[in-house]
């Protein structure tokens, strides 16, 4: 994935987050149900980082799972 920095338009590269296992996200859901719980899939994170400045991005890799 190619990405510019939205603060110094610098090409962006991908970095690697120093953690025990992969950071991943859900889709936030109301309560629903009986239950009181939706389930909803999950997407690893793709983090970036800007050499220029800084900026870290973050990207759901498969954001279709989410919803």
Same mark, same amino acid.
Request: charged letters at 25%; proline letters at 4%.
């Given at each position: ?8 338009n610098?090409?962006? &590269? !991908? +970095? ?13 859901? @109301?309560?629903?149900? %009986? ?9 690893? &994170? !793709? +983090? ?13 890799? @498969?954001?279709?799972? %989410?919803?």
């Amino acid at each position: 994935m190619e990405t510019f920095c939205s603060k110094c338009n610098t090409e962006m &590269v !991908e +970095a690697k987050l120093d953690s025990n296992g992969p950071i991943r996200v859900s889709r936030k859901l @109301e309560k629903a149900g %009986l239950l009181g719980v939706k389930s909803a899939g999950l997407s690893t &994170v !793709e +983090a970036f980082v800007c050499p220029s400045c800084g900026l870290i991005d973050w990207y759901a890799a @498969e954001p279709s799972k %989410l919803y």
